[in-house]
């Protein structure tokens, strides 16, 4: 089981991203899969998730309207896409799937102008 996320870098406010996290040694379409993040100094917090088969999704207050959860299950992957970024979005940001217990490696978003 291995997750592997990219899309992160360096984004003025009011900008956007979308962070991508290929999946390999299961089907994503199956499992609950979320995203964390981490900034400096602080506890690695829930952004959003998603249930299994197409299930609700669930987001941070922080994040709520700016940031959409959403799996491509033909390219086994899932997406964070994320508008109207703040500065205080700044973190490392990590794909998660709670079943496997398994964390990818993180991608970098910073906000700043």
């Known amino acids: 089981v291995q997750l592997v996320e990219s899309g992160g870098g360096l984004v003025q406010p009011g900008g956007s991203l979308r962070l991508s996290c290929v999946a390999s040694?299961?089907?994503?379409?199956?499992?609950?899969m979320s995203w964390y993040r981490q900034a400096p100094g602080k506890e690695r917090e829930l952004v959003a998730a998603?249930?299994?088969?197409?299930?609700?999704?669930n987001y941070a207050d922080s994040v709520k309207g700016r940031f959409t959860i959403s799996r491509d299950n033909a390219k086994n992957t899932v997406y964070l896409q994320m508008n109207s970024l703040k500065p205080e979005d700044t973190a490392v940001y990590y794909c998660?799937?709670?079943?496997?217990?398994?964390w990818g490696q993180g991608t970098q978003v910073t906000v700043s102008s």
């Open positions: 998660y799937v709670r079943y496997f217990y398994r």
């Open positions: 040694g299961f089907t994503v379409s199956n499992y609950a």
């Open positions: 998603i249930t299994s088969a197409g299930g609700p999704t």
